[in-house]
């Protein structure tokens, strides 16, 4: 468990923390932590992320402190299908593409 400066956003996929939210507090919402997540792990951009706290889907419209989740604490999230409602900009899609091409051309 990470104990630092922030809130730790776990992968229930890797089991690894894949971001800190360092401005994370009781105030903090389910779109902070996504946006926090997305600015630190990008690939993420392209995907439905769904954020837990003890194994329990987040409220989307309820505060972490709402949730009783220490900001210091930890959440875990996962991924699902790509997101159409997503905007990226023109280097990330263009980065999912070519990792799509290298990966039909392998």
Sequence with gaps: ?????????????????????????AETTYMDLVNALYAQVPETKSQVVKIFISAEPMDQYKTLGEQGVDAKGEVQYTVEEFSVGTKLTQEEAFAIFKGARDGLNS
């Design 1 to 25: 468990l990470h104990k630092g400066n922030g809130l730790s956003i776990r992968s229930m996929i890797s089991g690894s923390v894949a971001a800190v939210f360092e401005a994370a507090s």
